[in-house]
């Protein structure tokens, strides 16, 4: 089957939606489906390129960083991308178009199918949904509601990254979402686990408002009579705020900021650590929880929707309210009995197989297909 991916982020543009992306290209291809993606492009990238059989197309995009997308980015995205979206459409004759992102690729998806009657399948991912991130996106969505819906409605199948992600798009926009749960490639389990000394708590993704890195400095500073080590691996606005607040706490010899890493090396560093600390304020499903399960680390998240699928409560980790003691207290019940971080870090491999990889790609394989031969 011939699939066209639509996707305003493709590594090593976005973030985790973008890895998300392609991980289902390279699987698809992987099962004997041909693939080629449209995404957004930079001046340091190729104009085309062949990636794990993936043929991926950047047109001009006019973005400014990879890490970083304004809504005039995307809306470029739109513009540039429609040309080389539509002749792919046209001469190479997709079966189907998988859009992630409803907002903004779907509405890209939106006008091919209406110009060439090729159905699309909606991936939502979390931003993209009235709700996921209020504080960014609520006064988009307001705005751009009605012409929104319709793309929603069209769609031949929408699934959602999380059971969260699909309960916004149940009551904030009339649609039923099949859940496809972000995966990742399983590894073997370690035959012993051990807790390092001291125990190495992780943080990975992007330095913003959204992942909320101060508050995981305030409370750690709480916690400085217990032995730990924190690393944090990315970067982003508020990487400059967080090393001051570093060095007012005087934590710089426990805390080690290692910037953006390639993915072999996250996972070294993940296979190093004992505990991933995630002070977000909104999820949809988070590569990087799925990573820690796939390694063996216990999660200290927030309480946040976006979380209840890599986290059980006791089990493989711990809820906290969005403030520094309530994430000192579990950090101090984690950090502070070892034969409980062992027992939750074996609970986070037990639970890693819900998110393999080549099972999800199936899932996604079904549902594509299935949509390939409806007409809407």
């Known amino acids: ?38 995404t957004a492009g930079l001046k340091h990238l190729p104009r085309k390129s062949l990636i794990e059989g993936v043929t991926v197309l950047r047109p001009e995009s006019f973005r400014k960083r990879e890490d970083t997308c304004s809504v005039a980015e995307m809306a470029y995205y739109l513009l540039t991308a429609f ?9 190479w004759k997709p079966a189907i178009i998988h859009a992630h992102f409803v907002v903004p690729t779907g509405a890209l998806a939106f006008v091919l199918h209406g110009l060439t009657r090729i ?12 709700g996921g991130v209020p504080e960014q ?17 069209r769609a031949a199948a929408v699934t959602a990254v999380s059971g969260f992600v699909a309960a916004l798009a149940s009551k904030n926009c009339g649609v039923t979402a099949k859940v496809i749960l972000n995966g990742v490639p399983m590894i073997p389990a370690p035959a012993v686990m051990r807790i390092g000394q001291p125990p190495r708590i992780l943080m990975v993704g992007r330095l913003s408002l959204q992942k909320n890195p101060l508050l995981a400095v305030h409370a750690l ?14 970067d982003g606005p508020l990487s400059a705020a967080m090393h001051d607040l570093v060095q007012k706490y005087g934590l710089e010899n426990r805390i080690l900021f290692s910037g953006w ?3 072999e090396e996250v996972s070294n560093r993940l296979i190093m650590a004992d505990v991933l600390l995630m002070t977000s304020t909104s999820e949809g499903l988070p590569m990087a929880g799925i990573e820690a399960l796939k390694h063996g680390l216990a999660i200290a998240g927030s309480r946040i929707g976006g979380l209840t699928d890599v986290i059980d409560e006791g089990i493989n980790g711990f809820f906290s ?8 207290k579990t ?7 070892s034969d409980l971080l062992r027992h939750m870090r074996e609970s986070s491999l037990s639970k890693a197989p819900s998110f393999n990889l080549p099972d999800r790609i199936k899932d996604y394989e079904s549902v594509l297909q299935r949509a390939a031969s409806f007409v809407k």
């Not at 040309?83 to 001469?91: E, G, M, V």
């Not at 159905?119 to 009235?130: E, F, K, R, S």
């Not at 509601?145 to 793309?151: E, K, L, N, S, T």
């Open 221 to 234: 500073a709480l916690v400085q009579d217990l032995p730990w080590y924190f690393e944090v691996i990315g």
């Open 83 to 91: 040309f080389p979206a539509w002749q792919i459409c046209r001469s």
């Open 321 to 328: 309210d969005l403030e520094p003691m309530a994430f000192a």
């Open 261 to 263: 890493l390639p993915a």
């Open 137 to 153: 996106t609520d006064n988009l969505f307001r705005f751009l509601g009605p012409f929104i819906r319709p793309i929603w409605h």
């Open 1 to 38: 089957m011939k699939i066209l991916v639509l996707c305003y982020e493709y590594p090593p543009v976005g973030g985790g939606g973008g890895r998300v992306a392609a991980s289902i290209a390279e699987g698809l291809v992987q099962n004997g489906h041909e693939v080629r993606v449209v």
């Open 331 to 337: 950090l101090r019940t984690m950090l502070g009995d």
């Open 119 to 130: 159905p699309y399948v909606l991936t939502a991912h979390l931003g993209d949904v009235p």
